[in-house]
């Protein structure tokens, strides 16, 4: 199993950008997918997540400003963001909990995507 992400680069205060991560691989269900990111100099924060029941989470930094979706019968999570700001200049990770085959028949794991860099700068 792997995620593949997509989007990323740079963009000016005030403008969007939409990330993508697709998952690939013998996948049962998806359980939960979302964005992390990691700003220079700091630790790694959540962004947004989103559940297989569709209830969403977004850090309070991002609230109203970033849109987490999921396509399920493409096990793909998209993350728009408008209103980017310059702080939310990171390195933005993918992740999910993934429902795979396993020995006793299917297990629960955690994945992690290669990560992309969004950088808001004018």
């Known amino acids: 199993v792997q995620l593949q992400a997509s989007g990323g680069g740079l963009v000016q205060p005030g403008g969007s950008m939409r990330l993508s991560c697709a998952a690939s691989g013998t996948i049962f269900s998806i359980a939960g997918m979302g964005w992390y990111r990691r700003a220079p100099g700091e630790q790694r924060e959540m962004v947004a997540l989103?559940?297989?029941?569709?209830?969403?989470n977004y850090a309070d930094s991002v609230k109203g400003r970033f849109t987490i979706s999921r396509d399920n019968a493409k096990s793909t999570v998209h993350l728009l963001m408008n209103n980017l700001k310059p702080e939310d200049t990171a390195v933005y990770y993918c992740n999910a909990v993934l429902v795979v085959p396993s020995p006793s028949g299917e297990t629960y794991s955690d994945y992690w995507g290669q990560g992309t860099l969004v950088t808001v700068s004018s």
């Open positions: 989103t559940t297989s029941g569709g209830t969403t």
